[in-house]
């Protein structure tokens, strides 16, 4: 009997190769996303200090920090998990 190639052999490379190009696009923004949750609150204390929430403009600011830190939370949670 001959040794014969299976055609599924190419759509196996196809798939390892997607998943190394997803790995390597998925890691960087999980990283990024870290340690944008990490700096986020360093811009919030100012914020309050300064302007003590004050008026309308200022509390929109403080509220859309706060949900960017909450966004970054969720999409670095798992940069560098095992």
Not at 60 to 82: E, K, M, P, T, W
Request: aromatic share 8%; charged share 10%.
């Amino acid at each position: 009997m001959s040794s014969r190639r299976s055609d599924l052999t190419p759509s196996l490379d196809a798939d390892v190769a997607v998943a190394d190009v997803g790995e390597s696009v998925v890691a960087p923004i999980t990283g990024f996303a870290f340690w944008a949750a990490v700096a986020l609150p360093f811009l919030h204390l100012p914020l309050l200090l300064a302007t003590g929430l004050s008026s309308e403009p200022y509390t929109n600011a403080f509220v859309a920090l706060l949900v960017l830190n909450v966004l970054a939370l969720l999409v670095g949670h798992s940069h560098y998990r095992d």
